[in-house]
């Protein structure tokens, strides 16, 4: 049998931090292949009682796969695709290991799938995500408007628990904990965060891709002006048959900014032309279905956009998968930038980390969100950028301090943000996960019926407590 666990040296300290910026230690590390070397890294472990932090491609930001002492064990190696199939009602299944990326995913199934081309609708625009990694946090991605959560189409996966049994979660089997509660079985893994175990398989559930894709990019001269057009469709979102709008996203111009900034390092938007300096906002839409509908969808759009104040001659519009995968590619340029912002002032202060937002208020008008947003940075004299899902006023709001102090009072904004929310019935957290840099950052103010029953499913799925400790709940919840 091969060596399975290794001392955490030098070699291994990139699997000591994730994309938040939010760094730990460990003792150890293992890279299993199988669900059985799973079972044999914990064998190995159990007498010492070490716990230990389940990772995957190490893309989120909340340090849920960062380790606070313990083992580390990362699941990128099981990446293999293990069946595929594809049903009399037209949609396909594949069966995969945790740790195959989007990009690897996005192959598979175009090679399983030739006859019958399908898709898999999560799309994350962090293309190096894991399957599991997705399935942990229940991650959405910018077409969520249209198809909903990774919850949708995952239909089984199977799980090692924390004494080492591997259990099968299957969609719409129940489970029924000692508190009365009944979930769905599938609802002991998606977005507990490995709290419950370490996911060694998972079947997806495809559909079947649609005719045409197209990407439009519209440019307001006022961020209130694209506020004004996310309202429009609010009230009254352009529909068809056979064609709907998949995405609606914003992004301001702050983010426009760092984007333009490192432009020049990122592949994929290199060809895209500059954002005009009179650009203050940008509204992505993505349409999916059959071409011509698209093409009366596109017409709606552009008029409700030139009503708003925007040039329909400076948008970009593109169709077909190449070309649209430019515009996500801008879109993560986002995220990815102001994560590169906090890194480089990180090395100034090791105590700075990702502040980003994963809110939403659904009873108020986009335009109000966005200016709600504005004012409080500007009373607080604080730098951010803001992206995110227009139509569920869903924003990313990231703050860019320039020092700790900042830091400090990014984090109070936060969390007055956060009561807000709260008060409103909102949600305070959503496809981000919790992981331990919210469960800190947010403490007192996240959803209480969430977490205590995220600690019933931990005392049920691990009552030894070995998995990602510091998810969700503190570290010595869930032990009996």
Known sequence: MRRLIYPMREQYEEYLIDESKFSGYADSISFPESEEEIQEVLRELEAAHIPVTIQGGKTGITGAAVPEGGHVMNLSHMNKVKGSLLLEDGTGRITVEPGINLIDLEKEIGAAFRKAPQFWPPDPTETSATVGGIAATNAQGISRLLYGPARKYIESVRLVAGDGRVLTAEKGQKLALPSGRVIDWIDVVMGKEGITGAISELTLKLLPKPEGIWGIAFFFGKAEEAGRFVDILKQ?????????????????????????????????????????????????????????????????????????????????????????????????????????????????????????????????????????????????????????????????????????????????????????????????????????????????????????????????????????????????????
Not at 252 to 273: C, S, V, Y
């Open 236 to 480: 009254d979102m352009p529909a068809c048959e056979h064609a709907a709008v998949a995405a609606v996203e914003y992004i301001d111009r702050a983010a426009m900014d760092l984007i333009e900034m490192h432009k020049g390092t990122m592949t994929k938007i290199k060809e895209l032309p500059d954002v005009g300096e009179e650009t203050e906002a940008m509204i992505y839409v993505e349409l999916h279905g059959g071409e011509e509908e698209i093409e009366l969808l596109a017409e709606s759009l552009m008029e409700a956009a030139m009503v708003c104040g925007s040039d329909p001659d400076e948008a970009w519009a593109v169709s077909g998968e190449t070309d649209v995968e430019k515009l996500h590619a801008f879109r993560h340029g986002a995220a990815e930038t102001a994560n590169l912002y906090i890194e480089e002032v990180r090395r100034q202060d090791g105590r700075i980390t990702k502040l980003g937002t994963d809110m939403a208020i659904t009873d108020m008008a986009f335009s109000e969100v966005l200016a709600d947003v504005k004012s409080d940075l500007e009373n607080e004299g604080l730098k951010g950028c803001m992206f995110g899902h227009a139509l569920e006023n869903h924003l990313h709001v990231n703050l860019l301090p320039d020092d700790y102090r900042d830091y400090e009072k990014g984090i109070a904004l936060i969390r007055r943000w956060a009561a807000k929310v709260r008060e409103r019935h909102g949600q305070v957290t959503g496809e981000h996960g919790i992981g331990k840099l919210k469960l800190r950052i947010l403490d007192g103010l996240l959803p209480q019926q969430y977490i205590e029953l995220c600690a019933e499913l931990k005392d049920e799925m691990d009552a030894g407590n070995v998995w990602n400790r510091g998810n969700i709940i503190s570290g010595e919840a869930g032990s009996r």
